[in-house]
């Protein structure tokens, strides 16, 4: 008989037929059921779960789970719901990786081509041209230098950018001035005219981004944000924004999502509000790696070591 | 006695102390005056001028001209303005290359991710993500293989579009599909879900995008506009817009700068409209290029076979 692996979704984000295909035609030694289906009976059979976005109620139901593969790179809201021992693999998938520093590219081009002060001349009908600044005169730094940052980083210097990047730990990347630790974080963001956060969603990371943050960047400079939303204190960020400290934010991802319809963020001139559209998971490849995981973990108890959840981190 | 070189400049624009600066610190064995300051007794001696946008009468006023060099890269303006036997040099700065460049990738990024599409949704306030389309599957095309097509091709093959290109004669550029002719124009559009023109305004390139143009693309994709407002027929892109033939346009020039106010461009909610920023002139880099042009006609009465503009193509 073939092992039983569920496959858990959010409830409210329905089926995904098109992940459910992919891993089952990549993992066809394994009996792989959506968990709604699943005979109640056969539940404590499964020893590997395959999750798709936040599921803590039909994790509570697995309970002889040693392994849960996450289709996400964030697993801030699996943790919880997973116990201590049940191992965690993220997803560490190179095309997010080329996805996500696609995005902070076109984001940044997005603030230093000034396109939104354009648009808002365009709704006036004002023909007024600002200078030009050279993509080496503009300063971008990136906090979370995991492989997501990484890569941004590496995209944002090979086209011209002076970038840095923050991470907890030291990092070295070439071409990139890399900070660290509490004391590293200020330097970066005070030499910063774009700022692109990056950061997983854990204890150490809430409100990383508050008033002191945005005191410490220069007046006039931007944030994106492409990591989680409680990494930012919104109304520290408002009140930025509406100083004229910060000139503008874009914003992918919020503490309650969807954004909620009488948030200040929708109707802000200053913000660009994008419905977590930046780094989505890609089926063929993310359902790939989410298989071999399985299968390895089936076969020998682990996984690689780099998509192993460290609890302690959170990440 | 240093010999006079009239500095000229569109009277509408006024001066521009910071460029005339630059060219006489770069010339500093001539003496440069702005034209309104010239004793018109002095309008004969000059053998060279510079040029720094649209100055027809302040030219023709000029009667012993050897050489008229360009601060621009466009010369359309400058061309009849200019007796035969006049050389006419234009600006190739590979800084403006750059910039470009940059720009094409830039605006190019900005409808590759769907950026009017959220910016509608959010004034909507529309949590509602779409598909990403990977950079290997958007195809874009250039039509204008000079030296700006040519670095643009380059910048948005590395990014990893697939990318392809057109021009009046037959080109090669590694990674990128050249296609040439007017049969060639056809095949570069049908298969170009951006195109990004890069043309300049000659009598052959007048209207080049058209009904017929517009209905070879494919349904749904969309034009960018860096190279001259004239070789874009305005109603058939409106036609084409308003029908969902084309989805988006990001126009830089027009027919007539600045846009008029009551052009239906600035309220049209699948047009974008920049106030011809995307390649201004750098002035450090353009005054060291003039002013080299410069020194070597009046030594030598020649200037780089590569800014030299030939009258017959218009460029």
Chains 1, 2 share one sequence.
Not at 219 to 236: K, Q, V, Y
Request: glycine share 6%.
């Amino acid at each position: 008989m073939k092992p039983l692996v569920p496959f858990v979704r959010d409830v409210e984000e329905g089926p995904h037929p098109e992940l459910t295909a992919a891993l089952r035609s990549h993992l066809p030694d394994v009996d792989l059921i959506e968990h709604a289906e699943i005979d109640p009976a056969r539940l404590s059979e499964a020893t590997v779960a395959i999750v798709d976005g936040p599921s803590a109620d039909q994790l509570a139901s697995l309970t002889n789970l040693g392994l849960v593969q996450s289709t996400w790179a964030g697993v801030e809201a699996i943790i919880p719901a997973v116990p201590e021992g049940v191992l965690i693999a993220r997803m560490v998938d190179p095309r997010l990786a080329v996805t996500m520093a696609e995005a902070a590219l076109a984001w940044t081009l997005y603030l230093h081509r000034d396109m939104p002060r354009y648009a808002r001349q365009q709704r006036d009908r004002t023909w007024l041209a600002h200078p030009l600044v050279h993509a080496e005169d503009r300063r971008v730094g990136i906090a979370g230098l995991g492989v997501l940052g990484v890569a941004a980083a590496r995209v944002l210097s090979d086209h011209g950018f002076a970038v840095a990047g923050w991470a907890r730990s030291p990092k070295a990347i070439a071409g990139v001035s890399c900070f660290h630790g509490d004391a590293g974080l200020e330097r970066l963001l005070e030499r910063s005219d774009i700022v692109i956060n990056l950061l997983p969603d854990t204890d150490a990371t809430v409100a990383t981004f508050d008033a002191q943050a945005f005191a410490w960047m220069p007046h006039g400079s931007s944030l994106i944000n492409l990591g989680r939303g409680p990494t930012i204190d919104d109304d520290a960020l408002l009140a930025a924004l509406d100083s004229g400290q910060l000139d503008h934010a874009v914003l992918d991802v919020f503490d309650v999502e969807p954004l909620p319809i009488d948030h200040r963020f929708w109707v802000h001139d200053s913000v660009t509000v994008l419905p977590h559209i930046t780094g989505p998971t890609t089926v063929e490849t993310a359902a790939v790696i989410a298989a071999s995981n399985v299968r390895r973990f089936l076969a020998t108890g682990v996984v690689p070591a780099d998509a192993l959840v460290d609890r302690s981190l959170g990440y």
